[in-house]
């Protein structure tokens, strides 16, 4: 059946095809970036996951019938050419393939959706509607391969640093925060709920004596938010540990963002040079700043905002334009921090809490949680939430637990400052946000 390997393989990627290897025989497989037919000579250029590589074909040294296979040819078929490897120094890689025999794998329709050469521009929309299409774009698949060596660095990262793995439920019974952004689902004959975060499962890990933890997973925020760096499905790295505060947690993320600046450098600098990125950079301890600290510079640079605020976008621009790079903002008061985190003990109106800030885009959040039983209580109390609707986490902190401290990285936008994107839907595959359901 026409399509079909059988016994053809793959043995050279684009990439792999180099001058090195003039003379030899190759089998190149993949997508047709560009044809040209100039009467005497084919040109076309096959593109795969590592690149692109030249196939060219002069009349005077190509069978008459590989010539009409070649001119059979339409954008973005998948094919299959076996044939010599020579030198040619305008051609990518510095090589050409002179094709002995050819296959077609599948012909793509025409005309397509958009174009991958970007010789016609495209909206976001369109590319998100063609997002299997749009991430044949080297310059788009750069920025997911920069995040697949994110997360895989990452999870390096914690598992030599003694952390276990773990996978929380994503369908809830209540909210774990209280508030009202959550995804309201049917559950057989209850209402249940989309999981805003694993943060109250982290915490009742603590409680089960395996110390460290962390989880890669969605979360699902019902917020109507319309901006760049929003989404309603997003994907969140936690970590949790026993017998830390938000100090110690702090350098466990500080020590991860080097190593992965530091992997991705080093791993990545093709993709890097593609996008035409350089890494912020990150080496020894970031800086730290007060809530109190940023409220003064905040309107010392004419941007008005009262203490016990959360701060606005014009808030977050203005410290960040002070600050610069990656930053934590520490010392946060109580009153607009979760319930389970934990104040100072001698002023309580400020919480153990810290953000991880990189210029005016926040990337963490984190601090030390309140592991006593009671105070949990009287916290979950005095923002108007009911502890019987707690019951199976409070339950945790009943029977010993361990003071612990924790945060929560936004993967995608985390994705935003390792390749330099500015819109949150360019570090996701397919994003969800309060109009995008598909594809």
């Not at 069978?63 to 094919?79: G, H, M, P, T, Y």
Request: net charge negative.
């Amino acid at each position: 059946m026409q399509g079909l390997l059988n016994d053809w393989r793959r043995t050279n990627y684009a990439k792999d095809t180099t001058p090195e290897i003039a003379g030899e025989d190759v089998t190149i497989m993949g997508w047709v970036h560009e044809i040209r037919d100039l009467g005497g000579i084919i040109f076309v250029i096959i593109r795969d996951v590592t690149g692109r590589v030249q196939i060219t074909a002069p009349s005077k040294k190509v069978d008459a019938e590989i010539l009409e296979e070649l001119r059979a040819f339409r954008k973005e078929s998948v094919v299959a050419v076996k044939g010599t490897v020579q030198e040619a120094g305008k051609a990518p890689n510095g090589v050409e393939i002179i094709p002995k025999e050819i296959k077609m794998l599948n012909l793509s329709n025409q005309p397509l959706p958009m174009d991958p050469t970007e010789k016609v521009k495209a909206e976001i929309d369109t590319r998100l509607n063609s997002r299997f299409l749009d991430l044949r774009k080297e310059n788009v698949s750069a920025i997911f391969k920069i995040k697949g060596q994110m997360f895989h660095t990452i999870r390096d990262f914690f598992y030599e640093n003694g952390f276990y793995e773990i996978n929380t439920p994503k369908l809830v019974a209540s909210a774990t925060e209280g508030g009202t952004e959550l995804f309201p689902i049917t559950y057989f004959e209850k209402e249940a709920f989309l999981g805003q975060s694993p943060q109250l499962y982290k915490q009742m890990m603590m409680g089960s004596g395996m110390d460290k933890v962390f989880e890669i997973g969605q979360i699902f925020r019902a917020e109507e938010h319309d901006t760049l760096r929003h989404l309603n499905e997003a994907v969140s790295i936690d970590a949790e540990a026993s017998f830390m505060d938000d100090e110690d947690m702090m350098k466990v993320l500080n020590d991860m963002l080097v190593k992965v600046i530091s992997d991705i450098n080093e791993n990545c600098s093709e993709e890097l040079e593609i996008l035409g990125h350089e890494l912020p950079e990150a080496d020894g301890e970031f800086p730290k700043v007060t809530y109190d600290e940023a409220v003064d510079i905040i309107n010392s640079k004419g941007v008005e905002m009262d203490w016990g605020e959360d701060l606005s976008r014009d808030a977050e621009k203005a410290l960040g334009d002070t600050m610069g790079g990656f930053y934590f903002l520490t010392k946060w008061p109580s009153a607009i921090k979760p319930f389970y985190v934990m104040p100072f003990e001698d002023d309580e109106k400020y919480a153990h809490a810290f953000d991880l800030m990189y210029n005016n885009l926040e990337l963490s959040s984190g601090a030390t949680r309140v592991h006593q039983y009671d105070l949990l209580v009287k916290q979950i109390e005095e923002r108007d939430l009911n502890p019987d609707g707690f019951g199976s986490y409070l339950k945790a902190f009943e029977y010993g637990m361990p003071p612990h401290a924790g945060w929560g990285v936004g993967a995608d936008r985390l994705t935003m400052v390792l390749t330099g994107s500015e819109n949150i839907r360019e570090c996701v595959l397919f994003p969800r946000d309060r109009h995008r359901l598909t594809p």
